[in-house]
């Protein structure tokens, strides 16, 4: 922030401009800079620009299919329950499901899916599957932004076997700086005003170590299910 400086931070800068031979910032110089933190300027998106919404929604679609992800479209978040239950039976994977205490989708009709168990909070790691929120999606590459807090415990996007996540279709941007736009919106007036953590999932866990196969589950979920909800406010932008 302009006009509080840490010494500490100051020094560290200052060693590495010296290292690189770089003279000290001029107070001009300080000044850009502070100026340009303050604007938060955008990087380069994409040419064709921000797409209308069901191009945006497809696009995010066949980009989160392609690797390895199954999203399924909603009509409304009202189909959330019974498209939970219908996962965890083709999976014939039990009645438990680990619920992440957002607010929104604890008030969802889960007696429509009365043979669910739900328990809400962090994962223990015992946990087979975890539903919980998104903050947004990114069109661009088919990935998923999450936010850390009370209502988003971070272990539930990393330890159970099957990861779903409801996102509505208002969410789902065009490019990562619209991302950046929105948690900054969001933010603002809060204290704090960022997430202790950001998680950005794109496709479920793996890896190519094992002689050269791709394997999936190795270091979280070996699935990851999107459940996307159609919604009024389709254009864009945070819910």
Same mark, same amino acid.
């Given at each position: 922030?302009?006009?509080?400086?840490?010494?500490?931070?100051?020094?560290?800068?200052?060693?590495?401009?010296?290292?690189?031979?770089?003279?000290?910032?001029?107070?001009?110089?300080?000044?850009?800079?502070?100026?340009? =933190?303050?604007?938060?300027?955008?990087?380069?998106?994409?040419?064709?620009?921000?797409?209308?919404?069901?191009?945006?929604?497809?696009?995010?679609?066949?980009?989160?299919?392609?690797?390895?992800?199954?999203?399924?479209?909603?009509?409304?978040?009202?189909?959330?329950?019974?498209?939970?239950?219908?996962?965890?039976?083709?999976?014939?994977?039990?009645?438990?499901?680990? =619920?992440?205490?957002?607010?929104?989708?604890?008030? =969802?009709?889960?007696?429509?899916?009365?043979?669910?168990?739900?328990?809400?909070?962090?994962?223990?790691?015992?946990?087979?599957?975890?539903?919980?929120?998104?903050?947004?999606?990114?069109?661009?590459?088919?990935?998923?932004?999450?936010?850390?807090?009370?209502?988003?415990?971070?272990?539930?996007?990393?330890?159970?076997?099957?990861?779903?996540?409801?996102?509505?279709?208002?969410?789902?941007?065009?490019?990562?700086?619209?991302?950046?736009?929105?948690?900054?919106?969001?933010?603002?007036?809060?204290?704090?005003?960022?997430?202790?953590?950001?998680?950005? &999932?794109?496709?479920?866990?793996?890896?190519?170590? &094992?002689?050269?196969?791709?394997?999936?589950?190795?270091?979280?979920?070996?699935?990851?299910?999107?459940?996307? &909800?159609?919604?009024?406010?389709?254009?864009?932008?945070?819910?």
């Amino acid at each position: 922030m302009a006009g509080r400086r840490d010494p500490g931070r100051a020094a560290i800068l200052e060693a590495i401009r010296g290292a690189l031979g770089r003279a000290a910032l001029s107070a001009d110089g300080a000044g850009e800079l502070d100026a340009r =933190l303050r604007r938060h300027p955008a990087g380069l998106i994409p040419a064709q620009g921000k797409p209308k919404a069901e191009a945006r929604l497809a696009q995010f679609q066949a980009k989160a299919e392609a690797v390895a992800c199954t999203v399924e479209r909603l009509a409304g978040a009202d189909r959330v329950p019974a498209a939970v239950a219908e996962y965890l039976r083709r999976h014939n994977l039990g009645p438990e499901l680990a =619920l992440a205490p957002e607010a929104w989708l604890e008030a =969802l009709p889960w007696d429509r899916a009365p043979m669910l168990q739900l328990r809400k909070g962090a994962a223990s790691g015992v946990e087979r599957v975890a539903l919980t929120a998104a903050f947004a999606g990114v069109a661009e590459t088919g990935t998923l932004v999450t936010l850390s807090g009370p209502s988003h415990p971070t272990t539930l996007n990393f330890l159970p076997e099957h990861h779903l996540v409801a996102l509505k279709a208002s969410q789902v941007v065009g490019a990562y700086e619209e991302v950046w736009a929105a948690l900054r919106k969001a933010g603002k007036g809060r204290r704090p005003a960022l997430p202790r953590a950001l998680n950005m &999932i794109t496709g479920p866990s793996r890896t190519g170590d &094992i002689e050269l196969e791709i394997q999936l589950g190795a270091h979280g979920p070996r699935a990851l299910h999107v459940l996307l &909800i159609d919604d009024e406010g389709g254009d864009g932008g945070q819910a």
